[in-house]
């Protein structure tokens, strides 16, 4: 059985991935570079102001979801140049930005005697799976 396809569109759509595992922050920030990244900007304002991304990024309800509650740290991201995200703690719930650059401690200063250990968002880890929309038989 074929999946119906919701539209004739021909553009390729871009699934963002994160993992559900990480901290919601990193989680929130994994989903942000991924759309960064297909709008071609460097800050979350731009890919906010950014007309044509409708259609071709598409965010599940959780990521949807995810993004609403961390939006906090969204404005703070940077994808390129002096690149910024985000290292947070699966423990405390803490986050702190930082250069990309740097590693997360292996045990969380965040939060006085938490015995977590932060997880950095890596502007580039999760890969999306692009979708071609299937040739049209016989063309
Ligand atoms: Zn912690």
């Given at each position: 059985m074929r999946q119906p396809r919701p539209?004739?569109?021909k553009r390729a759509v871009v699934l963002v991935q994160h993992d559900?595992?990480?901290?919601r922050p990193v989680q929130a920030a994994q989903i942000a570079f991924k759309v960064m990244a297909v709008a071609k900007v460097d800050t979350w304002a731009a890919a906010l102001e950014h007309s044509s991304l409708a259609g071709v990024v598409e965010l599940t309800d959780e990521q949807q979801r995810i993004l609403e509650q961390e939006r906090?740290?969204?404005?703070?991201?940077?994808?390129?140049?002096?690149i910024i995200t985000v290292h947070a703690c699966s423990v405390c719930g803490r986050y702190v930005f930082a250069d990309s650059k740097s590693a997360p401690g292996?045990?969380?200063?965040?939060?006085?005697?938490?015995s977590g250990a932060p997880v950095k968002a890596s502007t580039t880890g999760f890969r999306p799976q692009t979708m071609p929309l299937e040739p049209t038989p016989g063309a």
């Open positions: 539209s004739s569109k559900p595992l990480a901290p906090a740290v969204l404005p703070y991201l940077v994808r390129r140049g002096a292996a045990r969380c200063t965040l939060r006085l005697g938490c």
